[in-house]
T-cell receptor
Framework: DAGVIQSPRHEVTEMGQEVTLRCKPI?????LFWYRQTMMRGLELLIY????????DSGMPEDRFSAKMPNASFSTLKIQPSEPRDSAVYFC??????????FGPGTRLTVL | GENVEQHPSTLSVQEGDSAVIKCTYS??????FPWYKQELGKGPQLIID?????GEKKDQRIAVTLNKTAKHFSLHITETQPEDSAVYFC??????????FGTGTRLQVFP
């Protein structure tokens, strides 16, 4: 099993640019989660999907953030326009039954 | 909403000693309690979990205990090794709601 796959692993961009993070969940997992990790705020849930449908997006910071899951094997998290305060590590996780979650390696985003 | 407190924030032990990390939660309806280990530059990795109908669970050198009355659960690592050095997170889930994570404990095991 390849585990959760995220790309890119590192992203450096300038303020105002659009950023797209990608995730491939573990095959057969019906739940997909996007988290953000910072020193100040720890691990925060941004949004999660069940069977490709967004269930709870209350953690999305603002309208600059959007997430999609067009099919069971792919999801994107987009930030447009990006700001320096968006710098963080973004994790994708997947789960078969919403509780036991498996995390990907993360994308380290730096916005200059 | 659920509130999860984790202590200590840092923990240093000698190789071979035991380490204990404790988390308390506020919502008595919470029913799933996982522990994650995060090494530098990697994502959190599930190491052990426990559900509310069980008081203790062991997996080799790792154990988790749950006290539902007092609303706390603990991670116990015995015979610690340098490769146990990492940040450990507890988490709490109520029914099918979202996982709420603790603030993490940085464990250092000195040879």
């Amino acid at each position: 099993d390849a585990g959760v796959i995220q790309s890119p692993r590192h992203e450096v961009t300038e303020m105002g640019q659009e950023v797209t993070l990608r995730c491939k969940p573990i095959s057969g997992h019906d739940y997909l989660f996007w988290y953000r990790q910072t020193m100040m705020r720890g691990l925060e849930l941004l949004i999660y999907f069940n069977n490709n449908v967004p269930i709870d997006d209350s953690g999305m910071p603002e309208d600059r953030f959007s997430a999609k899951m067009p099919n069971a094997s792919f999801s994107t998290l987009k930030i447009q326009p990006s700001e320096p305060r968006d710098s963080a590590v973004y994790f994708c996780a997947s789960s078969r039954d919403s509780d036991t979650q498996y995390f990907g390696p993360g994308t380290r985003l730096t916005v200059l | 909403g659920e509130n999860v407190e984790q202590h200590p924030s840092t923990l240093s032990v000698q190789e071979g000693d035991s380490a204990v990390i404790k988390c308390t939660y506020s919502d008595s309806a919470s029913n799933y309690f996982p522990w994650y280990k995060q090494e530098l530059g990697k994502g959190p990795q599930l190491i052990i979990d426990i559900r509310s109908n069980v008081g203790e669970k062991k997996d080799q050198r790792i154990a988790v205990t749950l006290n539902k009355t007092a609303k706390h659960f603990s991670l116990h690592i015995t015979e610690t090794q340098p490769e146990d050095s990492a940040v450990y997170f507890c988490a709490v889930l109520r029914n099918t709601d979202k996982l709420i994570f603790g603030t993490g404990t940085r464990l250092q095991v000195f040879p």
